[in-house]
Every structure is written in structure tokens, then in C-alpha cells.
């Protein structure tokens, strides 16, 4: 069980409390509207992640490359859809613990996350094979240099 589930609560009751002790109802009032613009925040932030996630395809980035190098382990689920704009391609189960994600640039390069408990623990990055360079490169020009043809 995830401690934080039981001491926000209990944060809030001690502080509705502390406020009734100190200011009375009005304090409650306050307090309590405090506690409901909190979460109207919150939510508007999550419907507003949602909505930008909504317009694009489902685990289409739009460089896998720069999101590699913007993660940070620890970051909440959200705040990854939030940067992609777009929902990852489940890779694991439906209800499965950790969860894996897949977001997909244009160059078929893509980032695997892993979140445990809906936080970002571990992520690869997967770029595709180059084609032989070798194989493609015209030879190189060998370029003679201007030779001094003029004798004393």
C-alpha cells in the first residue's frame, strides 16, 4: 500500500481541524475552498493532457531521441503523456504492475517505459539499424594536387 494514499488525506483532515481551532468556520471555509481550487486545478490540468493527447495517434512521438533525453525517473505517467501529447502503445497487460509503454517517431525509433505504480522507473531507447554505409559511399576522389612544373 502506497503511504501517500493515507497521509494526504489525513493531512487535510488535521489541517480542516487546525483551522476550525484557530479561526473557527470561517477558517473552515477557507481551508475547505483551498482544498476544492487544489483539485479543480488538478483535474483541469489532467482533462487538458487528455484533450492534447486525444488529437494525435496512440504512441506517436515526435522525436523519440528528444523525449529519451527529457525523461527522468520518478516522473508521473501524466506528465509524460504531457510531454509526447500522445497516449503510449501498451506493451503489458491490462492491470499488470510494472506497466510498459512504447512511443514511435517518423525514423521508427522508440522509447519502451516502464512505470511501476504509475511512476516512471526505467526507459530504453531503440534507434533502427543503419543500413551498411559502407556498401552505399561512392568511392572516394583522389584529387592531385597542382604540380610545380616551372624549372629555374
Not at 476550525?20 to 476544492?36: D, E, K, L, M, Y
Request: charged share 20%; aromatic share 6%.
Amino acid at each position: 500500500m502506497n503511504l501517500r494514499n493515507i497521509l494526504v488525506p489525513l493531512g487535510l483532515i488535521v489541517l480542516v481541524i487546525a483551522a476550525h481551532r484557530s479561526a473557527g468556520w470561517p477558517g473552515v471555509a477557507a481551508v475547505v475552498g483551498g482544498i476544492i481550487m487544489w483539485a479543480l486545478l488538478h483535474f483541469t490540468r489532467l482533462m487538458s493532457v487528455m484533450k492534447k493527447a486525444s488529437n494525435r495517434p496512440i504512441g506517436y512521438v515526435d522525436s523519440a531521441v528528444m523525449l529519451n533525453a527529457k525523461l527522468k525517473p520518478k516522473v508521473p505517467l501524466v506528465h509524460v503523456v504531457a510531454m509526447t501529447r500522445s497516449l503510449g502503445q501498451r506493451l503489458s497487460e491490462e492491470g499488470q504492475d510494472p506497466e510498459i509503454y512504447r512511443w514511435t517517431d517518423g525514423t521508427d525509433s522508440h522509447v519502451t517505459c516502464e512505470f511501476v505504480k504509475g511512476r516512471l522507473m526505467k526507459w530504453t531507447l531503440k534507434r533502427p539499424d543503419a543500413p551498411d554505409s559502407s556498401a552505399s559511399l561512392p568511392e572516394p576522389e583522389t584529387i592531385a594536387a597542382p604540380s610545380d612544373t616551372t624549372a629555374p
